[in-house]
């Protein structure tokens, strides 16, 4: 609508009576957020440049389609939009997409969410995954300066899983070994002073050196120094990759050293983040990484053991 049409649409509603100014009112509160959410899909997800089917660089416009441009492919003949190929394809209600992203932030249950959005259930559920997986992509290359890193344990889960190759464990339960064994996934944590942080669900059991190599080498700018506890691994780790490398002692009482090393950072998140996970009532072990971008995503969340399901 042109401005001259609009500026006289508005100074004719001084002439609605009181119903009509009603149902105006809640026609405009029923307006859709699609179209925006549409804008904000179209640019942030850029695929554009190239087909998302076979890489190909040549590909044109090809009309538009539930309110997104289409592109098509010149080699493999495809179309696609900005969605294809991205954890968010094909997913229905995008007028509700910003409202549940609030519901994200705000860690609500699948069934509150699904009420306040007023979909079923399975919907919210499903919307949770895919928008966690899209999330979660959203993370440090690297990390510089100081870092800390330590890992934490968290009893395997294999809720929602219909292979299950033991008996099944209370939820909530404990481990039937003692100490670090199989029956717990090793999540290992580095963050550094700009409180950028990375996560890795490194597998079952303890941590190893060469856990370590895989996943802190490539994420270690050149700059950096690490930081963690008195755990001998980190420190051959360290030592083999010419990495700088503070080791505080807790098991001796001992919390900075120089008055600048510490683990505090990412032990303080290890805490967050179980407190939050607790309110879940039993995460699949296979999610956890959904679980770990959705934490980062609100890095200065305070504790809370909200009753999530
Ligand atoms: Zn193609």
Redo the contacts with the bound molecule.
């Keep these: 609508m042109k401005t001259t049409e609009f500026l006289e649409l508005v100074s004719k509603t001084n002439q609605l009576d009181h119903r009509q100014r009603t149902l105006l009112t809640s026609a405009l509160t029923q307006l859709s957020d699609e179209p925006k959410v549409n804008e904000l899909i179209e640019n942030h997800f850029d695929n554009k440049g190239?087909?998302?089917?076979?890489?190909?660089n040549k590909?044109y416009r090809h009309g538009t389609a539930h309110g997104l441009q289409r592109y098509r492919?010149?080699?493999?003949?495809?179309t696609?939009n900005a969605l294809t190929k991205t954890p968010l394809a094909h997913l229905r209600y995008k007028a509700k997409w910003l409202d549940y992203l609030d519901a994200i932030t705000d860690s609500l249950t699948v069934r509150k969410a699904a009420s306040n959005l007023k979909v079923h259930r399975n919907t919210t559920f499903r919307w949770r995954h895919r928008f966690l997986a899209w999330i979660k992509q959203d993370r440090a290359t690297t990390l510089h300066g100081i870092t800390e890193a330590d890992e934490t344990n968290l009893l395997e889960s294999h809720k929602g899983s219909r292979k299950l190759d033991r008996k099944l464990r209370k939820r909530g339960g404990s481990a039937c070994k003692r100490g670090i064994s199989n029956e717990q996934v090793c999540i290992l944590i580095a963050r550094d002073r700009s409180k950028q942080t990375l996560d890795f669900v490194t597998g079952n059991g303890a941590i190893t050196k060469a856990i370590l190599t895989t996943y802190l080498k490539p994420i270690l700018d050149s700059d950096a120094l690490l930081v963690s506890d008195g755990n001998p691994t980190y420190d051959s780790f360290c030592h083999a990759e010419n990495i700088t490398h503070k080791a505080v002692n807790l098991s001796q009482g001992q919390r900075v050293i120089e008055g600048a090393y510490h683990v505090q950072n990412v032990n303080a998140y290890h805490s967050r983040f179980k407190s939050w996970l607790g309110g879940f009532h039993g995460v699949a072990t296979k999610y956890l990484p959904n679980y770990l971008g959705w934490c980062r995503m609100m890095p200065e969340f305070p504790h809370r053991t909200n009753k999530n399901g």
Excluded: L, Q, R, V
């Design positions: 190239s087909c998302p089917h076979c890489a190909h590909c492919c010149k080699a493999c003949k495809k696609f």
